[in-house]
């Protein structure tokens, strides 16, 4: 167990390293961040900073020096860089976690392993095959890129009318995975925190809206049935526990009209559409994943108040001060100086008390 006053080191200088850092604070733990650019929303409200290229061999050494347990606040890390970091302290998810979550294919062999149902998919190494896996998958499909890539950033929408060369030139990686397209009726996911002593603490499942393949609006609870819920965390709770993690998973999944679910895709760490849990639960995501990799017992994860987590993408953040005239709304702004199309400069959670 790592007490109140030892130091958690921070990968990652972005908005879900800052929240994680004040809820380190409230425990009572220092924050170190490592971020690759100055003035990161984490580095404005952690003790400590290391400025560097992620592949910066002396800087990573200096930083695992200085901090007791290290955890990773977004997936694109170079994961040599994180396996250094744990030679010297304890990185927790743990580094094959975060492997696993980077690359598309092993993500999906993986859960496909473990018996969980995704898409089909096929891995896609020229436009040929490309070509070829169209006729068996059929029209319409997604190429993603194999690594890297989130908020719709190495995605192909294919139909009949994008050609398999034009697709590949707009995927942009020397090698994709083929998705077939689901028709579902809503996108969900699941967090779950897992400790080191294999206590799980599964959060509801929440309905997910995006926009131009941004998250835009998070509904807490999810509005499903009750058993789909329950198969939902079900679901997420397996990951977990065949991952061995230590730390908190996002479980991204799609609902058909069938009653599938259908696992898309993981995330090893805090996630966007948990961000409600800081105002409407007793514990949030931020607070297990600390409670977690520092061997604390999990808190409850029991919500106290409905919620609609909506992000301030771009300029919305200029409306800033009408939230704060909604008496039942939490605004969270991450301390970002530049506002673009799509960025994420902060939240609100509109909540709603339990009847």
């Not at 496909?112 to 149902?117: A, L, N, Q, Y």
Request: glycine share 8%; hydrophobic share 45%.
């Amino acid at each position: 167990m790592l007490a109140p006053g030892g130091t958690i080191g921070i990968v990652g200088g972005g908005q879900l390293g800052r929240m994680t850092a004040l809820a380190a604070a409230r425990l009572g733990y220092r924050c170190h961040v490592f971020a690759d650019e100055p003035n990161s929303p984490a580095e404005q409200v952690c003790a400590a900073a290391t400025v560097a290229g992620f592949t910066d061999r002396e800087a990573l050494e200096r930083f695992a020096g200085a901090v007791d347990v290290a955890t990773c606040e977004f997936e694109n890390i170079p994961a040599a860089s994180v396996r250094r970091i744990a030679a010297v302290k304890p990185v927790l998810p743990q580094p094959e976690i975060l492997e696993i979550a980077q690359d598309r294919l092993r993500e999906k062999d993986f859960l496909r392993s473990i018996g969980i149902d995704t898409a089909a998919y096929r891995e896609i190494s020229d436009p040929a095959a490309l070509m070829r896996a169209l006729r068996d998958f059929g029209y319409p499909a997604v190429l993603k890129t194999v690594r890297m890539g989130y908020d719709g950033k190495g995605q192909v929408s294919l139909t009949p009318e994008v050609g398999a060369e034009e697709a590949w030139r707009r995927m942009g990686a020397e090698v994709g995975i083929l998705e077939s397209f689901v028709d579902f009726v809503c996108e969900i996911s699941v967090l779950v925190a897992r400790g080191a002593n294999a206590a799980c603490a599964t959060y509801p499942p929440v309905e997910n809206q995006h926009v131009n393949h941004i998250l835009d609006t998070t509904i807490a609870p999810a509005r499903i049935s009750s058993q789909t819920a329950v198969r939902a965390e079900a679901l997420a709770r397996r990951i977990a526990e065949k991952l061995d993690l230590v730390g908190v998973l996002a479980v991204e999944m799609f609902l058909t009209s069938a009653g599938e679910i259908l696992v898309n895709e993981i995330a090893p760490r805090p996630h966007n559409s948990g961000h409600w849990t800081i105002d409407a639960c007793v514990t949030s995501q931020f607070e297990q994943l600390v409670r977690a990799i520092c061997g604390l017992p999990l808190g409850s994860v029991e919500h106290h108040s409905d919620a609609v987590m909506k992000n301030l993408l771009g300029h919305d953040v200029d409306r800033w001060r009408e939230t704060l005239n909604e008496p039942l709304t939490k605004l969270h702004l991450y301390g970002k100086a530049r506002a673009r199309p799509g960025r994420k400069m902060g939240h609100v959670t509109r909540l709603s008390r339990r009847r």
